[in-house]
Each structure stands twice: as structure tokens, then as C-alpha cells.
């Protein structure tokens, strides 16, 4: 594999290599283009691109106006664990002769002793990788859910002790529903005494609107110091069948009040990179099919249409 492009390095050295991140006041990786100030660093979530290759996927990745790709190295994933020595060299390779940051990835990564997790993590960071989604942690069935607390409290800080050796950022979304991190109290009981150069928070808008109704805002200002990364989506309430229901739509269609949300952001001055996830019906890809149903042109184009939309809405919060 060529080694990582002078572009791709200066930037992680320059805005990522403290794993502070960069939203609006770095610059772009696209063509190294440092006159790209005041702009979102938006990667787009690959379970999306499944149905491509490596080099396709970077193609039409950076085709479509993302600065880098959220690899998925994890089951059923982009990349699988058990060839993540053989693969995510091929992908990040495809993704640096596109002129995109691998910088990210999701993976299935929450236990700090499985030897296999270990290798995701070595591999991602030799390559030049600086942040990583971690698998949901899960309460036991019978537990006490403050027991459960304390031992994902100390796999959170063993994790970090990794995390620190090998310059990564391991960051853990916020889910809706009965996911271990659905309010941002757990998140903060959990990760408040983590390293937190090294231990973070992935924070989802779109889950903390479920969640939080009302109150999002009081979470976020709660955990404002711990984001490193953000993913963006959409999601509305429909009463189906009688019965209401999250529904996931294109951003912009929905309940998230991203202009608040941006400029709350910037008012924190929680510069980090996005993910953008497309979650609403597209030919399977927002299931991270293999093949899809229909044409990928439709992917593409609900693609362009939300990061259009995430671009605009940054710009005027």
C-alpha cells in the first residue's frame, strides 16, 4: 500500500492529531484546500455504500462533496474484524487516491481484552485513523443497573489506556430506546472519569431528540465536553396502526432542530468531524445492503440532497 498522501497527513498532524477534531475552523482535506474555512468536516456513514468496493466507494464518496468515509469495520460490516489486517489497508488506500480523510470508522469495539478487537484497533491506528465508534455496551438481564454502570465505567477507562498508546479516540454513541447511553446521565456517569484525550463521546442529535423531547438541550450542555464526534440524521413521530412510531426521514423533513443544535454547537465550540447517516428507506442501503433494490442513483441523490442541507444549515446557525 502507497503510504498515507502529505494532504492526509498534515491534516490529522494539524487538525486531528490532538483528537480534538475539526468542524469550522480547520481545513478541508478535499484537494487540500485549506481556503475551506468556517465548513463542517462531514464523512458519510459507509454502511450506506455497501453495495460498492473500496475504490468505487471512495469515488463516489468524494464525487458527492463528503471529506472522508465512517468506515464500517465490524460484522456485517465494510471491512470484517477477522480481515481487518488484509482489507482496511485496501480501503484506506482507495480512500486516500480519492483525496478523503480516513479518519473514522465504527466499529464492533467495547471490550478491551478480546485479542481480536485488539488487532481493529492496532491496524486503524498504524494507518493513520484517529477516531472509532464503540459497540453499545449492554445491561445484564437481573443486574443492578448502577453495578452495570461501574463495570462499563472501568471497560470504558481500560479502553482509554489503549486508546492513549495508540493515539486513537474511542468514542461511544448515544442510542434511543433500552441502549445502555439513551440518556446523557448514563453517559456522563460513565465516561466523566475517562481520559478524555483519549474517551468520548459520538453524540447523535437525532437519538437525543427522542430521548430528551424537550430537555435535549439540558443533556447536551451536560456532555458538551466530551463529544468528539457527531452523527447527523432525522427522525419524526407517526402514528401507525394506532401506535406511534419513530419514523427516520431525509434531514430537514423532520422533528431535529438542527439550526439550535448547530449553533449551540458552535456556542460550546465543539469542533469535531460528522458522520452523516441516511437512515430512511433507499433501495436497502440505509440497511448497509449488499445489493440493492433499485438504482444506486437514488442513494446518491438523497446523498447529495443531505449534505447539501447539513452544509447550508451549518453555515447559517
Not at 92 to 111: C, F, R, T, W, Y
Not at 200 to 209: F, N, P, V
Not at 256 to 269: E, I, N, S
Amino acid at each position: 500500500m502507497n503510504k498515507p498522501s502529505y494532504c492526509r497527513r498534515n491534516f490529522i498532524k494539524t487538525g486531528m492529531g490532538a483528537a480534538a477534531g475539526l468542524a469550522f475552523t480547520g481545513p478541508s482535506v478535499i484537494g487540500c484546500n485549506i481556503e475551506k474555512q468556517n465548513k463542517l468536516h462531514v464523512s458519510v456513514f459507509s454502511k450506506h455504500l455497501q453495495f460498492l468496493d473500496y475504490p468505487e466507494m471512495a469515488k463516489m464518496a468524494a464525487e458527492i462533496g463528503f471529506d472522508g468515509v465512517d468506515l464500517t469495520v465490524r460484522p456485517k460490516g465494510h471491512v470484517l474484524p477477522g480481515r481487518v489486517k488484509q482489507d482496511l489497508p485496501v480501503a484506506v488506500e482507495a480512500m486516500d487516491k480519492a483525496g478523503l480523510a480516513p479518519i473514522m470508522m465504527a466499529s464492533g469495539v467495547n471490550d478491551p481484552l478480546d485479542p481480536v478487537q485488539q488487532t481493529v484497533l492496532k491496524t486503524a491506528a498504524s494507518l493513520g485513523m484517529k477516531y472509532y465508534r464503540m459497540a453499545y455496551f449492554r445491561y445484564t438481564k437481573d443486574g443492578s443497573i448502577p453495578d452495570d454502570l461501574k463495570t462499563f465505567k472501568k471497560q470504558a477507562q481500560a479502553l482509554g489506556e489503549i486508546n492513549s498508546e495508540l493515539g486513537l479516540m474511542g468514542c461511544y454513541q448515544n442510542h434511543a430506546g433500552n441502549y445502555v447511553g439513551a440518556s446523557m446521565f448514563e453517559l456522563y456517569e460513565i465516561f466523566k472519569d475517562a481520559d478524555n484525550q483519549s474517551t468520548g463521546l459520538q453524540y447523535d442529535i437525532r437519538h437525543a431528540t427522542v430521548e430528551g423531547g424537550r430537555s435535549w438541550e439540558t443533556g447536551l450542555r451536560l456532555v458538551h465536553q466530551r463529544i468528539k464526534t457527531i452523527a447527523l440524521k432525522d427522525f419524526r413521530w407517526e402514528q401507525r396502526d394506532g401506535k406511534w412510531e419513530t419514523v427516520n426521514v431525509p434531514m430537514g423533513e423532520g422533528m431535529v432542530d438542527f439550526k439550535r443544535y448547530f449553533a449551540l454547537l458552535k456556542q460550546y465550540q465543539v469542533e469535531v468531524p460528522a458522520t452523516l447517516h441516511l437512515e430512511y428507506p433507499i433501495g436497502g442501503a440505509e440497511h448497509g445492503a449488499r445489493e440493492l433494490e433499485g438504482s444506486p442513483d437514488q442513494v446518491y441523490n438523497a446523498m447529495r440532497k443531505d449534505l447539501e442541507f447539513v452544509h447550508r444549515m451549518w453555515t447559517s446557525s
